[in-house]
């Protein structure tokens, strides 16, 4: 069946950095165009990172903009985020998403 895995969360100080990772299975038509959402507590869930299907290009929210890359692995249904210089506001629990899929989220709380 259907799965999207999350890892790499966990509780960093300001300034700090974490890799999040994300491997995919299941999807029977072998496309994965693999994006970042987050939810931090009392909001909605956000876009955060993710590759054009048009130009495949990065993109990225404008709150992560120059802190945050995401990346594929070699076999396109893996993706990284990392996250450096982070801010206390980027905590929250970081989901990756594929054709309607959400995984079960990695929670990143950044405090001192």
């Known amino acids: 069946q259907v799965q999207l895995v999350e890892s790499g969360g966990g509780l960093v100080q300001p300034g700090g950095s974490l890799r999040l990772s994300c491997t995919a299975s299941g999807f029977t038509n072998n496309r994965y165009a693999l994006q970042w959402y987050r939810q931090a507590p009392r909001n909605e869930r956000d876009f955060v990172a993710g590759?054009?299907?048009?130009?495949?290009?990065?993109n990225y929210a404008d709150s992560v903009k120059g802190r945050f890359t995401i990346s594929s692995g070699n076999a396109r249904n893996t993706s990284y985020l990392q996250m450096n210089s982070l801010k206390p506001e980027d905590t929250a629990v970081y989901y990756c998403y594929n054709q309607g899929y959400w995984g079960q989220g990695t929670r990143v709380t950044v405090s001192s």
């Open positions: 590759f054009s299907t048009l130009s495949g290009n990065p």
